[in-house]
């Protein structure tokens, strides 16, 4: 493009989130990723199992469907399991307080179940397709459970710190000054002759 | 330096609110000597409590108390309980203000005149006219330090990468007006710092270089002696005297307890659904249907703006958060032309979101993949906010519920819209304009949004040249009630496109200037 000057290239943020496995533990990184201690016996399971053992309030197999319909609702390939269940917890959390909330859930998942058994005769989480998984949902998608799923979701997983770096946003820039001088007017691509 | 004023003193004026339209009221009266007690509802926040968080700052800024959305709008289904987004703390909604700063049009002000007889509107002209407050105008840009603009003398604010973009499309599809006059330093003015480009600018400017009464008015006021804040202060009922003249106020403080305020002169200014709220709360034997209201037309004629909004996914990245919200304005649209097939015009503003708020607005209720494809783009996206003009239609209202009540045992208002055929004419084509320019400028994905809660709420006590059209005067004096004055956006007779903070403040001030006089002439 137009770009023939010598100014500096455009500061890209790098949609990927890094970190070195020491850090991790060393941080305490399973507990600000919401992840409870882990026995060796979990660790040897499938991911999703794993972080599914979480769901203390809701129980395993509630917390595991919880999970691939948080995944169904918003989709996001690159953004792992972990990010979907930090998502969720505080939905947990609440249910343990209000027995309400907590028969909505497991209601709505097993009805979510039946309905996937008299259709698929397998599952909701067994389904592997996922466009299987969505004709179910567009079944369920007004009524309470799912609205209450998704309305959740709204915050609990894009007001998460920790993802804001995969969609390439940098969150609050006062102590660092602003973008002044940090690529607010660095835009190259842009032909503007 | 604090005034301290005695709950009998009658010879204070009392402010109710302290935003762009009590705040100013404020100032423009201590500098010239005036005595004034500000009641505020809100908390006194300053800006160690903003965050660079869209929601947090939602939830510790925003007016939340319960309102119902009802009528033909959008806002019954998307935010049922949330009809405005408004801020309840000193400074009222100046913290939230974006800073764009646009003068109405000179037809602004005479749309019966303009547009003849409009069906199903209750169109009016205002009794003042835009020469009359050109002038102050010119002082709001100077209080206001709008970039750009002759009377501030500030340079205008640097382009940021939001602001190019959509600069570049609109040139490319013929766009002449582009422009950004935006209430924040861009160098040290006013005892404030220059913008940094740090963004969030609706949650509350950290720095405090975007303008708020919070920190520029407010403060003025009180160095003056002349002033006393009380927040957490919501005013219950104004009362008046056996001649219908207002003698004070009844307000709530923080622990619930009343206090009586007397007053010498009132005036409201609590944005465009609580100022009707209070007229109408304030009903006695002598004004069985709320003060000032002999008219009927308190609460009546609710505008909040044509709007609708729209995201483009560029092919390259953007970073809209990066730098002032307010991006690049086009105005081109605002003029009048009746061959578009719609009466008015708009302005399309360029309005960053966050990706929070992103997620949050651009399709509510909204998932699945045709969601999630569009906010992995996020670093791609430019947005666009259409203000455009809304006929004043008299069942687009501000009344009280029957038997609901909140916290403080007041009726809670139900705020009543339903789009005018005109609404969707302008906002159709107000769209196909945003993408028409991002197009230009490569976007392969356009997103049309639904419009957000309303933040520009006005019309709801208007003026009027006779007391049978409207509630208040061209000072902004009921009709009514000589002593009590509405000092906000609700005396606005017409909506205009352009965003209504630097038109309340040129108000505040012209408003302030006439009550000290009056006070001083001993007609007050």
Same mark, same amino acid.
């Given at each position: 493009m137009s770009n023939t000057t010598s100014r500096p290239p455009m500061r890209v943020v790098e949609k990927r989130i890094t970190f070195s496995r020491r850090g991790f533990l060393k941080g305490g990184g399973m507990a600000a990723l919401g992840?409870?201690?882990? !026995?060796t016996a979990t660790l040897m399971l499938p991911a999703s199992e794993a972080l599914a053992a979480n769901f203390k309030v809701l129980g395993a197999s509630t917390g595991k469907t919880l999970l691939q319909l948080a995944r169904d609702i918003?989709?996001?390939?690159?953004? !792992?399991?972990r990010y979907y269940l930090q998502a969720l917890e505080p939905l947990e959390a609440q249910a343990g307080q209000d027995e309400k909330l907590k028969t909505l859930l497991t209601e709505g998942v097993a009805a979510l179940d039946r309905l996937a058994k008299l259709r698929f005769k397998k599952a909701y989480t067994d389904l592997p397709k996922e466009s299987d998984r969505l004709t179910l949902l567009y079944v369920i998608e007004h009524g309470a459970f799912f609205q209450k799923v998704k309305g959740h979701l709204v915050t609990g997983f894009y007001d998460n710190k920790a993802v804001w770096q995969l969609f390439g946003y940098e969150g609050s820039s006062w102590e660092k000054g602003g973008y002044i001088n940090r690529g607010f007017d660095d835009i190259d691509w842009l032909d503007e002759a | 330096m604090s005034a301290k004023f005695s709950?009998? +003193? +009658?010879s204070v004026v009392v402010i109710v609110g302290s935003g762009a339209g009590g705040g100013t009221l404020a100032d423009e009266l201590t500098k010239r000597g005036v005595n004034v007690v500000i009641l505020e509802a809100g908390k006194h926040y300053t800006?160690? +409590?903003? %965050?660079? +968080?869209e929601w947090a700052m939602f939830h510790k800024i925003s007016w939340l108390d319960k309102r119902i959305s009802a009528g033909g709008w959008h806002h019954t289904d998307t935010y049922p309980n949330l009809p405005a987004w408004i801020v309840k703390g000193v400074g009222g909604s100046t913290m939230h203000f974006s800073g764009l700063a646009l003068r109405f049009l000179p037809h602004d002000f005479r749309i019966k005149s303009t547009y003849g007889t409009v069906d199903g509107a209750n169109v009016l002209d205002w009794p003042i006219s835009y020469e009359e407050l050109a002038p102050y105008y010119d002082i709001a840009e100077r209080k206001m330090g709008v970039a750009g603009t002759k009377a501030s003398g500030l340079p205008e604010m640097p382009p940021n990468n939001h602001y190019k973009v959509i600069a570049a499309g609109a040139k490319k599809v013929g766009y002449k007006d582009i422009s950004r006059p935006v209430a924040s330093n861009t160098r040290a003015n006013d005892g404030r710092p220059a913008c940094q480009q740090i963004g969030f600018c609706m949650q509350g400017c950290k720095i405090g270089a975007k303008w708020s009464?919070?920190? =520029? %008015?407010i403060p003025r006021a009180i160095e003056t002696g002349h002033a006393e804040l009380r927040p957490q202060s919501m005013v219950l009922r104004i009362e008046h005297d056996k001649s219908g003249k207002a003698s004070g106020v009844l307000y709530a403080d923080k622990d619930g307890r009343q206090h009586l305020q007397k007053a010498r002169v009132v005036c409201v200014a609590g944005n465009s659904i609580e100022s009707p709220r209070l007229l109408l709360n304030s009903a006695s034997s002598l004004f069985p249907n709320g003060l000032a209201n002999s008219s009927g037309q308190v609460g009546k004629n609710y505008m909040n703006h044509t709007t609708a909004a729209a995201i483009a996914i560029h092919k390259g990245p953007v970073y809209m958060y990066r730098g002032f919200d307010i991006a690049a304005v086009i105005s081109d649209e605002a003029q009048l032309n009746p061959d578009r097939g719609f009466l008015g015009g708009y302005h399309l503003e360029g309005l960053a979101l966050h990706l929070p708020f992103t997620a949050a607005f651009m399709k509510p209720g909204g998932w699945g993949r045709e969601v999630t494809s569009a906010l992995e783009q996020y670093d791609h996206m430019s947005c666009v906010w259409v203000c455009g003009e809304d006929m004043p239609q008299e069942e687009n209202s501000i009344t009280l519920h029957p038997t609901e009540k909140d916290q403080y045992g007041l009726p809670i208002p139900i705020v009543t819209k339903t789009d005018h055929t005109n609404d969707a004419a302008m906002r159709r084509h107000g769209l196909a304009a945003w993408r028409k320019v991002s197009e230009a400028v490569g976007a392969t994905r356009v997103i049309d949004m639904p419009p957000y809660p309303? =933040?520009?709420?006005?019309?709801?006590n208007r003026m009027s040249a006779n007391a049978s059209d409207g509630v208040v005067n061209k000072w902004g004096q009921t009709h009514d009630i000589k002593n009590l004055f509405i000092s906000d956006g609700s005396q606005f007779t017409s909506s205009s496109a352009a965003n209504p903070t630097l038109t309340i403040v040129a108000l505040a001030v012209r408003q302030a200037e006439h009550i000290a006089n009056a006070m001083q002439r001993r007609e007050l």
């Open positions: 992840v409870g201690a882990l !026995s918003f989709p996001h390939d690159r953004i !792992s399991d | 709950l009998d +003193d +009658d800006q160690n +409590d903003f %965050e660079n +968080d009464t919070l920190y =520029s %008015e309303a =933040s520009h709420n006005m019309g709801t």
